[in-house]
Nanobody
C-alpha cells in the first residue's frame, strides 16, 4: 500500500479554479491506478476521476465533472493532480485521493487499496 496526502482545497467562488494535489509515499507509485473521489455533506462518497498506470494513457470522469475537471499524474514526483475549472456550489465536498491496482474497478471503489484523509473544497454561490 501507499500513503496518500492531499492538499490544495479551499474556499472559492463559483466559476473559479482550484488544483488539488496528492503525494504518495513509496517507490511503486507508477504501478497504481490513481483516482479522486468526493463526499458532499449528507451524501455518499462518489467517484470523480481516475487515471491509469503507468503513464496515464487512460482517464475517465464522472459525468458531473467531465469537461471541467482534468486528472493528471507526475510519476517523477509521486503526485496526482485534479485541475478543477468552472467550479459550482454542487462541487462542494471533501475530496479524497485513492490508489488501486485495477483501473477497471477503481471507479466503484472495489479496486482501491489506499485512501487519503481528504481535503475540503467549498464553492460559494
Amino acid at each position: 500500500q501507499v500513503q496518500l496526502v492531499e492538499s490544495g482545497g479551499g474556499l472559492v467562488q463559483a466559476g473559479a479554479s482550484l488544483r488539488l494535489s496528492c503525494v504518495a509515499s513509496g517507490r511503486t507509485f507508477s504501478t497504481y491506478t490513481m483516482a479522486w473521489f468526493r463526499q458532499a455533506p449528507g451524501k455518499e462518497r462518489e467517484f470523480v476521476a481516475k487515471i491509469s498506470w503507468p503513464n496515464g494513457d487512460s482517464t475517465n470522469y464522472a459525468d458531473s465533472v467531465r469537461g471541467r475537471f482534468t486528472i493528471a499524474r507526475d510519476n517523477a514526483k509521486n503526485t496526482v493532480y485534479l485541475q478543477m475549472n468552472g467550479l459550482k456550489p454542487e462541487d462542494t465536498a471533501v475530496y479524497y485521493c485513492a490508489a488501486g491496482r485495477n483501473y477497471r474497478t477503481a471507479s466503484d471503489g472495489r479496486g482501491i487499496d489506499s485512501w487519503g484523509k481528504g481535503t475540503l473544497v467549498t464553492v460559494s454561490s
